[in-house]
């Protein structure tokens, strides 16, 4: 996609352009090719997949934090060593997201995805096993799993419904953020009919698990007819030929989208780990710390929708990087001075600016780069190390607050994140092409 072409992109365009394919210089081999051709023409069996896959995606993680207090209890961890819980599975986001496409050229995107399940079951079940160092091995496996699915993800849409890419990209996101919200919210209860923590956890991995089983039928007819040892992609004609393509670690306006998409990352994880947790420890009961959580997750929805819609039809981004990024500064604020008394006002503004920031940068990836070649490669170096930095917020707020004792030093750490975010998208929001002399 030539600059000139993102020019006035419609809705429709910019979402198809947002699904970067991990793939994109790879062509499947024959069986490979016809089998996905059979599952194409009767769609509904890979509809299910992709709708339980996504559910999946948060789940896991956005269940955890309404419980961290009865999780750390049990094993009597401080703030400090139990903020691993949730900053573990980010390092692994970070550290496995560059494997997805290698995997996926030697067994499939639907191997993958199906081990990726496999992996996120496997690792629900290890953080609820008695000992303590299985907790934090669940989690790592846990966090290996999602970053498959984030990696591989679009590229499934893209290529299986190439017309219908604005409306299945609405389904994956909604099926998303959905199973973030109803694990948030229904943690505590679960919790109380579960008889415990672990109750409530566990019964997550039956979702991985039942994904898995949907995904199992798909594996067994894209590798039917593959011989032994064959893998199931190879470079695509002309893949070879990019010895010209931009060097991103060079590149400062590559850095500047991928430090952007890092710390809108770290806010948004710290709230995944704390928010709960704050309203707790200003009073709040825990079903309800868990609600407005969980309504903080699904206002998400209207941010990640709008924003990157507005953010197609600009030539500049940075008046709404510096939008999203003062909405996540006032919910923060918000937290400073009444926590609980505008809980709910709180969570709307957070959500919008997290679901917002999300948005945007996930379009920056694609307004900023030349090629759908050049957007997978902002894409992997986004992902890995903007996931790489957001796994420092979780650990180092939870040890501000264990040394301070209180929520304020941590907050407002946010919210300079917050001020930095801003700086980032006044750079990354320019219109501007990696690779191009003045990026």
Same mark, same amino acid.
Request: with cysteine; proline share 5%.
């Given at each position: ?34 089998a ?23 789940a ?142 566990a ?10 089983v ?9 590798r ?52 709960p ?6 009073g709040?009961s825990?079903a ?48 400073l001075?009444a926590?609980? +008394?505008? *809980?709910?006002? !709180?969570?709307? $503004? /957070? ?5 917002? #920031? =999300? @948005? ?19 894409? +992997?170096? *986004?992902?890995? !190390?903007g996931? $790489? /930095? ?5 650990? #180092? =707020? @939870? ?41």
């Open positions: 996609m030539s600059p000139s072409q993102k020019e006035g992109l419609s809705t429709e365009e910019l979402i198809e352009a947002e699904l970067i394919d991990a793939e994109e210089d790879l062509a499947p081999s024959p069986p490979v090719n016809s996905r051709r059979r599952l194409r023409a009767h769609p509904a069996l890979l509809l299910l997949g992709i709708v339980l896959a996504s559910l999946n995606m948060r896991a993680l956005s269940g955890v934090s309404p419980v961290l207090k009865e999780i750390s209890d049990t094993f009597g961890m401080t703030s400090t060593v139990s903020s691993l819980v949730t900053t573990i599975p980010l390092i692994f986001m970070g550290v496995v997201s560059p494997l997805a496409p290698k995997l996926a050229r030697r067994w499939g995107t639907e191997t993958v995805l199906f081990g990726a399940l496999v992996l996120l079951a496997a690792g629900i079940a290890l953080r609820v096993a008695p000992p303590l160092v299985t907790l934090f091995a669940g989690c790592a496996v846990v966090g290996s799993g999602i970053a498959l699915l984030n990696v591989l993800m679009p590229g499934l849409i893209k290529r299986d419904f190439p017309d219908k890419a604005a409306s299945m990209t609405a389904l994956y996101s909604t099926a998303m953020i959905l199973g973030a919200t109803v694990s948030a919210a229904a943690a505590v209860p679960l919790e109380h009919a579960l008889g415990g923590w672990r109750g409530s956890l019964s997550w991995g039956l979702l991985a698990v039942f994904a898995a949907v995904w199992l039928p798909q594996v067994v007819l894209t039917r007819g593959t011989r032994h040892g064959q893998p199931a992609a190879a470079p695509a004609p002309g893949a070879d030929g990019q010895a010209g393509a931009p060097k991103l670690m060079r590149s400062v306006l590559a850095w500047q989208v991928t430090l952007f998409m890092g710390s809108q990352s770290l806010v948004a994880y710290v709230t995944i780990a704390w928010l947790t704050i309203f707790t420890d200003h709040m825990k309800t710390a868990g609600l407005v959580f969980a309504f903080s997750t699904l206002m998400q929805m209207g941010g990640s929708f709008v924003v990157p819609t507005l953010a197609g039809r600009m030539r500049s981004q940075r008046l709404l990087c510096t939008a999203v990024a003062l909405f996540m500064a006032a919910g923060i604020s918000g937290l001075i926590p609980v +008394g505008g *809980a709910w006002l !709180w969570a709307v $503004l /957070l959500g919008l600016g997290q679901g917002g #920031a =999300l @948005g945007i940068a996930l379009t920056m990836m694609v307004l900023r780069s030349g090629d759908a070649h050049t957007a997978a490669r902002v894409s +992997g170096m *986004a992902q890995t !190390w996931y $790489l /930095l957001a796994a420092a917020g979780p650990l #180092a =707020l @939870g040890a501000v607050h264990q040394a301070t004792g209180g929520w304020a030093v941590p907050l407002v750490l946010l919210l300079c994140v917050c001020a930095g975010l801003v700086l980032l998208g006044l750079g990354a929001g320019r219109d501007r092409r990696i690779g191009h002399a003045s990026a």
